[in-house]
C-alpha cells in the first residue's frame, strides 16, 4: 500500500525586472524559485497521513516556533493553532486521514 502524504504547493511567477514579462516555466532554475518563496515568506511542508509525521523546510519551522530538530505530528502543530478554529482544523485533518 502507497503512502499517502499532503503537501502544499506554489504558483510562483517569475517576473523578469527588467522588462516585466513573466518568465516561461523554462526559465525557472531552483534558485530563482527559491528566492520567490523566500521574498514571498511561504513554508513548504509535506504531511505524511500514515504515520501523522511532517517534514518542513526552514521557513515552516520558524512560522510555526517549533524547534527543527523535532519529530512533528498533527498535535504537535494543532497546539499552536488559534482555539477557535482549532477544533475546525482538528475535523478538516481528521477527515483526510479518514479515520
Not at 18 to 39: C, E, V, Y
Not at 74 to 88: G, K, Q
Amino acid at each position: 500500500m502507497e503512502a499517502a502524504s499532503i503537501a502544499c504547493s506554489v504558483r510562483v511567477k517569475c517576473v523578469n525586472q527588467r522588462s516585466g514579462p513573466a518568465l516561461p516555466f523554462s526559465h525557472w532554475t531552483p534558485d530563482s524559485l527559491r528566492r520567490a518563496i523566500q521574498a514571498a515568506g511561504v513554508a513548504l511542508w509535506s504531511w505524511n497521513i500514515e504515520e501523522d509525521t511532517f517534514v518542513m523546510d526552514e521557513q515552516g519551522f520558524e512560522m510555526w516556533a517549533v524547534e527543527p530538530t523535532q519529530d512533528l505530528m498533527f498535535e504537535d502543530l494543532s497546539a499552536r493553532i488559534h482555539p477557535a478554529d482549532r477544533d475546525r482544523v482538528r475535523a478538516a485533518f481528521t477527515a483526510t486521514r479518514g479515520n
